[in-house]
């Protein structure tokens, strides 16, 4: 089972390896289980006052606005102030609505870059995305299902593990999937890592409510928007791992 492997927002390969770390040294025995790190195509500056957040630089993401003016701005800069409303779908379409720029150019031109890899460095038999990471491998799962159906074009990816993720975009890239205004839903089997005291986790469980629900797990890491590094807390998180592989296996995934 090989993973193609995308970090969040300002973050790099190095970095995400890094927050990695405890569950690579989890699987580093398990010669049936890679991980293959990428990072975003765009080198991007973090805006004030996050300098320290997101560590040294580089800076990559994968989703960047098409234009900024006095009346938008980067979503980034907006969960300074992430609302909390009844249900996660409000709240994250209270968060997206209202001034935020718009991403389809980059998100389009990043799914182009993902695709090139998927030919040229796969094949992948699942897909990791922490964060931002986790937008775009949820909107990339979407797009090879729409691709399948009007294609025929069978899709690569068998499976997903979302760290802190939030909802997709479309696959046409018009605007984010929302479980109580859309019928779209990501097929495969994925786990959702998520952290109970994470601030954005209504993004999270958003994310969750258009997965499958037969096939989607949650391990909750009981912290914040970061990933689990405690060993016993790493070694349930592999078995949970283990048993999605196991689901999706069918002996035919990549060594």
């Not at 090139?116 to 964060?131: H, K």
Request: glycine share 8%; proline share 8%.
């Amino acid at each position: 089972m090989r993973f193609l492997c995308l970090p969040g927002a300002y973050g790099s390969i190095d970095k995400f390896k890094v927050q990695l770390a405890p569950l690579l040294k989890e699987f580093e025995s398990d010669s049936k289980v890679s991980f293959h790190f990428i990072q975003g195509p765009y080198e991007v500056v973090p805006p004030p006052g996050y300098e320290d957040f997101f560590g040294g630089p580089p800076y990559y993401r994968f989703i960047v606005p098409s234009d900024t003016d006095a009346d938008t701005t980067d979503v980034i800069e907006r969960i300074r102030d992430f609302p909390q409303l009844e249900t996660p779908e409000l709240t994250m379409r209270e968060l997206m609505t209202y001034g935020v720029a718009k991403t389809d150019d980059s998100a389009r031109e990043t799914l182009n870059y993902l695709y090139q890899l998927l030919e040229t460095e796969g094949p992948f038999d699942g897909i990791v995305g922490y964060s931002e990471g986790a937008t775009i491998a949820g909107t990339l799962l979407l797009h090879e299902q729409m691709r399948e159906k009007e294609e025929g074009r069978t899709p690569m990816l068998k499976c997903a593990l979302f760290f802190g993720g939030w909802p997709p975009m479309t696959p046409t890239l018009d605007g984010l999937v929302l479980a109580d205004e859309s019928d779209l839903m990501i097929e495969v089997p994925t786990t959702h890592i998520i952290g109970s005291l994470d601030p954005y986790l209504h993004g999270n469980i958003a994310l969750y409510n258009i997965c499958d629900p037969d096939t989607a797990f949650i391990f909750d890491h009981a912290k914040g928007h970061t990933l689990p590094r405690d060993k016993n807390m790493v070694k349930e998180l592999g078995d949970i791992i283990r048993r999605m592989i196991d689901e999706v296996d069918g002996g035919t995934s990549t060594p």
